[in-house]
């Protein structure tokens, strides 16, 4: 169940994304030649009009191939080389390039919108001008430190504990508890559980402590305009929030800082959809919305292959007004591609192997 929730989520942003790159291709007058889900070998195709849709064996990915987006002879000058990307004005190349993240953006705004509609767990806190809206308060984990004691108990974020007011409160227990042990009631999805866990010294300064935040939180249900507003809100806050966080990993390679045990691949995503899924269905339109926004904020990365890289031979093509020869970006780009490859193996090896420890 896992594995088919994580493809669908997967095949829906996937689509999104090179729905727009389609869309926008057709629009400039742009042929496009295949809109595919997955990579390696087709399972399966059906050709309309000059397009070929398919599905692919392999299913972390997809692609649109647009006419002349790798120039050749045949899309520089031949019999349909009008229609080629490559001879479309640049602001139309940059208008293609960008429409994925675009529509990545978009479906997050409309999924978050939605789910707003529904009723999200809230930060009390966090929208006080809601109060007489919110409902069914209660203290939930939000964050469990890896390897703390929390995490080792088996205590994820989404938890609702049981029989306090506040978030201090909690708190206060458990620092009393010290070594003895803090018991725990609290329910996941429903369902009720108990656990002893352990605090120790070290995770907070000064006190006992299990490695978890809290807030106080309840279910927050919006109407409609409300709720766009609010849907739009956050998806500009996390937008920012994740721009800074694949910049600090960035940077955090040239200064040595960066860890790969800060970046999840397509195995830790597909736990992470599981979990969402089990809390709830406005959690996993939450999570899939995220998963969205990463998506179309990494793709504006200036690396070979993603869009932001080919966004960058557009604007250097702009600055010195000709373009790239096609043997140099067309070599990038395979470079780029076969680095990222690399890069989605390693971390598919490091949550693998992160599972079975476990």
């Known amino acids: 169940m896992t594995l088919i929730l994580f493809l669908i989520v997967l095949a829906l942003l996937i689509f999104v994304h090179e729905l727009g790159h389609f869309l926008a291709?057709?629009?400039?007058?742009?042929?496009?030649?295949?809109?595919?889900?997955?990579?390696?070998y087709r399972l399966w195709h059906k050709k309309k009009g000059e397009t070929t849709y398919s599905l692919n064996l392999v299913p972390f990915g997809g692609y649109v191939k647009i006419f002349g987006e790798n120039p050749d002879d045949e899309s520089l000058s031949g019999p349909h080389s009008k229609r080629s990307f490559a001879n479309k004005p640049r602001?139309?190349?940059?208008?293609?390039?960008?429409a994925g993240v675009v529509f990545n953006f978009v479906f997050a705004l409309i999924l978050i919108s939605v789910a707003f509609m529904f009723g999200v767990p809230a930060s009390t806190e966090s929208y006080p001008q809601y109060a007489n809206r919110m409902e069914n308060p209660h203290i939930a984990i939000t964050y469990v430190e890896?390897?703390?004691p929390a995490e080792l108990a088996g205590l994820k974020p989404g938890d609702r504990i049981l029989g306090y007011s506040s978030v201090e409160a909690v708190q206060g227990a458990i620092a009393d508890s010290r070594?003895?042990?803090?018991f725990l009631k609290y329910t996941r999805g429903g369902v009720s559980m108990e656990k002893t866990v352990v605090a120790k010294e070290g995770i907070v300064p000064g006190k006992h402590a299990i490695g978890i935040s809290m807030d106080k939180v309840a279910t927050l249900q919006l109407p409609i305009h409300l709720a766009l507003f609010e849907g739009t809100r956050f998806t500009l806050h996390m937008m920012k929030e994740i721009t800074l966080g694949i910049y600090d990993i960035v940077a955090g390679i040239f200064?040595?800082?960066?860890?790969?045990?800060?970046?999840?691949?397509p195995v830790g995503i597909a736990g992470m959809v599981s979990d969402a899924a089990t809390l709830g269905f406005t959690y996993l339109m939450m999570f899939t919305a995220l998963i969205s926004i990463n998506l179309g904020v990494l793709n504006l990365v200036p690396f070979p292959a993603l869009d932001g890289g080919?966004?960058?031979f557009v604007l250097i093509e702009s600055i010195i007004r000709r373009p790239i020869k096609p043997v140099v970006a067309n070599a990038f780009n395979a470079v780029g591609f076969a680095l990222l490859i690399f890069l989605m193996v390693v971390v598919t090896y490091k949550d693998i192997v992160k599972i079975f420890v476990k």
Do not use: H, N, Y
């Open 25 to 40: 291709a057709r629009a400039c007058g742009i042929r496009v030649d295949e809109f595919a889900l997955g990579f390696g």
């Open 91 to 98: 602001w139309q190349q940059a208008i293609v390039l960008v």
């Open 146 to 148: 890896p390897g703390a």
């Open 179 to 182: 070594s003895m042990g803090f």
């Open 255 to 265: 200064t040595g800082s960066s860890k790969l045990s800060s970046v999840t691949g």
């Open 310 to 312: 080919r966004l960058l």
